[in-house]
Every structure is written in C-alpha cells, then in structure tokens.
C-alpha cells in the first residue's frame, strides 16, 4: 500500500544466529529444541539496550493504530501488538521503551536503534533487502469510504452496495476487489490516482470509493469532512498486502519475534486486537 501522508507501518525480520530454528530432525525434547528455547529467552536476546526492548515508530502516533499520540499507553492496534509480542519475549510493560522513528527511516538500509519498528509498514520484495521483517501482523483489508449523508453510507453488506456508483484507483488491490468482490451492477469509475477518486467522492460524482482500510481511515479523517468508513471487508485472490515489523538486516531477533508473531495468531490474540481496535469500534463494521 502507498502510506498517505502520516499512515504506514513496519517492518520485517530475517535469519538468526542466537535465534536459531530447531532442527527438523530432532524431537522436541532433543537438545536441538532446548538450544533454540533457551536461545529466545528474554536474557539471550541481543537488545540495543540491555536489559530493555527498545520499539520504534513515528510521531505523531495516529488513530487508530496508537492512542493519544502515545505509543507506550498500550491503548490502538499497533500499540497493543508491541506490547503483545514484547510478553511473548518475556518483557514486562516497565521493560519496553519507545524510540520515535521516521517512517521511511525504518526500512532504510543501515543500522538501527531499534530492536523492532511497528508502523502499518507493508511488507514488500524491495523493502525487504534494506531490512528484515517479522512474519505479518496485519493482512491488509479494503474498505467502502462514502460521505455520511449519502445513499449508501448505511450499508450493513457488501449486496448493499450493488446499485452504487463506486471510485477506485487504477491498478490497485482496492479495483480487484471491486471487479471481484463488491461487484456492482455497473462498472466502477476508473481513475489514474487516489486524490482523484478522493475529489469524485467530495462532488459526489460517485457515491463511494473503495480503499485499503490503513487510507480508508486518514480519508475519513483529514482529507473529505463529512466522509465516514461504510464498512470493511476481506479481498480475495492475489497475494495479500501485510504489515511486519520491521528489524535490522540479519537481525539476531527475527526468529524469536516471528516465533511470538505466529503464537499470538494461533492462540487467536492478534485477531481479539484486530477487533478491539480496528474494527466497529473504530467506526469500520465488517460488511457482509
């Protein structure tokens, strides 16, 4: 995803020396497994500061993905993911600091001081050889952007909007997911860039644009007064947009932090965030 303006997050991780995977051949209680158990123990970490895990992300610290402009309260999406991956490292709250950090400063090639960034930063193929990213946090979904008092700003489902006038962007996820998804009765209007479709929807020359959920949110609140997000929902096909945090090339901690990545998913606490935060809570429904 294109980050507008002040959105965008994180970043990614890669191969570990003191983190290293087991070995496929041994058995869980072999000495394989034990050296990579004791190896993403909290005092084994290689840390930018001792005894701290040091988070970087910009500032100011926008909704939904902080609160308040304050990253360590632990309150907005990203914020609690920090926290949840740092108890997963064996970090208490009194053991985390927060270094701000320009976005594009995050997957910069270069060192950091940071231990991990999270910033809505989109995994990509060319990010990914300034910098290392974690397992993704966050698969990224599109989102029905309408004015509050239009037609359709009261759409519960995605069936809903099937007699609406659409905008989108050419060449973007947020189109597949138009043709592919919503599938109006009538073609969607097509236009070379984002402002574009952004400026139809403030003369109402359609009646709502679809965009990834990260733009769906700073559409709603710097760029069209009076918009509102209809709803959100999940694309299909292609490969999915995700966010990662982002770490040092060669990172000494990616494969502890995708370890604490992959368990809060399989014990379903990224999806309890995701709800919490970025769901009808803050105002984008899931449509149906």
Same mark, same amino acid.
């Given at each position: 995803?294109? =980050?507008?303006?002040?959105?965008?997050?994180?970043?990614?991780?890669?191969?570990?020396?003191?983190? +290293?995977? $087991?070995? @496929?051949?041994?058995?869980?209680?072999?000495?394989? *497994? *034990?050296?990579a158990?004791t190896?993403?123990?909290?005092?084994?970490?290689?840390?930018?500061? *001792?005894?701290k895990?040091?988070?970087?992300t910009?500032?100011?610290?926008y909704?939904?993905?902080f609160?308040?402009?304050?990253?360590?309260?632990?309150?907005?999406?990203?914020?609690?993911?920090?926290?949840?991956?740092?108890g997963?490292l064996?970090?208490? =709250?009194?053991?985390?600091?927060?270094?701000?950090?320009?976005?594009?400063?995050?997957?910069?090639?270069g060192?950091?001081?940071?231990?991990?960034d999270?910033?809505?930063?989109?995994?990509?193929?060319? =990010?990914?050889? +300034? /910098?290392?990213?974690?397992?993704?946090?966050?698969?990224?979904?599109?989102?029905?952007?309408?004015?509050?008092?239009?037609?359709?700003?009261?759409?519960?489902?995605?069936a809903?909007?099937?007699?609406?006038?659409?905008?989108?962007?050419?060449?973007?996820t947020?189109?597949?997911? $138009?043709?592919?998804?919503?599938?109006? *009765?009538?073609?969607? @209007?097509?236009?070379n860039?984002?402002?574009?479709?952004? @400026?139809a929807?403030?003369?109402?020359?359609?009646?709502?644009?679809? $965009?990834?959920?990260?733009?769906?949110?700073?559409?709603?609140?710097a760029?069209?007064?009076?918009?509102?997000i209809?709803?959100?929902f999940?694309?299909?096909?292609?490969?999915?947009?995700?966010?990662g945090? /982002?770490?040092?090339k060669?990172? =000494?901690?990616?494969?502890? /932090?995708?370890?604490?990545?992959?368990?809060?998913?399989?014990?379903?606490e990224?999806?309890?965030?995701e709800?919490?935060?970025l769901?009808?809570?803050?105002?984008?429904?899931?449509?149906?």
């Amino acid at each position: 995803m294109v =980050r507008p303006s002040t959105l965008l997050a994180l970043g990614a991780l890669a191969a570990a020396v003191a983190c +290293a995977p $087991v070995d @496929n051949t041994a058995t869980s209680t072999g000495p394989s *497994a *034990a050296t990579a158990a004791t190896a993403c123990t909290k005092d084994q970490l290689k840390l930018v500061n *001792a005894g701290k895990l040091t988070i970087g992300t910009d500032k100011p610290a926008y909704e939904p993905w902080f609160k308040d402009d304050d990253p360590a309260n632990g309150q907005g999406f990203e914020s609690a993911v920090a926290f949840a991956v740092a108890g997963e490292l064996g970090f208490d =709250r009194d053991e985390v600091q927060w270094s701000t950090v320009k976005f594009d400063s995050a997957f910069a090639p270069g060192a950091k001081q940071f231990d991990f960034d999270v910033n809505q930063v989109s995994i990509t193929p060319d =990010r990914a050889k +300034a /910098v290392d990213f974690s397992h993704g946090y966050y698969t990224v979904k599109q989102a029905v952007v309408a004015l509050g008092d239009g037609k359709y700003a009261g759409a519960k489902t995605l069936a809903d909007l099937k007699n609406a006038k659409i905008g989108v962007q050419v060449g973007t996820t947020s189109l597949d997911a $138009v043709k592919n998804v919503v599938k109006p *009765a009538d073609d969607p @209007n097509v236009y070379n860039d984002q402002v574009d479709a952004i @400026n139809a929807l403030k003369n109402k020359q359609v009646d709502a644009i679809v $965009v990834d959920l990260p733009t769906a949110f700073y559409v709603t609140a710097a760029q069209v007064e009076g918009s509102k997000i209809v709803g959100q929902f999940g694309a299909t096909g292609g490969t999915p947009e995700e966010f990662g945090l /982002v770490m040092e090339k060669d990172s =000494r901690l990616k494969t502890c /932090v995708d370890k604490a990545v992959d368990a809060l998913k399989s014990k379903g606490e990224l999806a309890k965030i995701e709800q919490q935060w970025l769901g009808s809570a803050a105002g984008a429904p899931e449509l149906g």
